[in-house]
C-alpha cells in the first residue's frame, strides 16, 4: 500500500489553477528566417548553440531553453529560406 506524505516545507503553497501556471518564455523579435541560440543571456549559464529555422508559423522555439524567436514580417529579409 502507497502511503502520500506532504513534505514539512513544500516548494510551494499554492494550490488552485495559479499553481499551475508557468512564466511565459523569453520571445525575441527577428528579421531573418535563420537564428542561432545558446541560451546565455548574459548570466553565464547556456546551453551548446543551436542553429533554428523559423518555419511559416512565423515562430519557432529552442528546445534548451524554450526562447522563442518571433519573425517581424514587417522588416524580415526576403532571401534566408
Not at 531573418?32 to 542553429?51: E, K, L, Q, Y
Not at 522555439?61 to 519573425?71: A, E, N, Q, S, T
Request: hydrophobic share 30%; proline share 10%; glycine share 10%.
Amino acid at each position: 500500500m502507497t502511503q502520500h506524505v506532504t513534505p514539512e516545507n513544500p516548494l510551494s503553497t499554492e494550490t488552485g489553477p495559479e499553481a499551475l501556471v508557468l512564466p511565459p518564455p523569453v520571445t525575441v523579435t527577428v528579421t531573418t528566417r535563420r537564428v542561432s541560440c545558446d541560451g546565455d543571456d548574459g548570466a553565464g549559464m547556456g546551453h551548446p548553440r543551436v542553429w533554428l529555422a523559423i518555419s511559416e508559423t512565423g515562430y519557432v522555439d529552442c528546445g534548451y531553453c524554450d526562447k522563442r524567436f518571433v519573425l517581424d514580417p514587417v522588416h524580415a529579409a526576403g532571401d534566408d529560406h
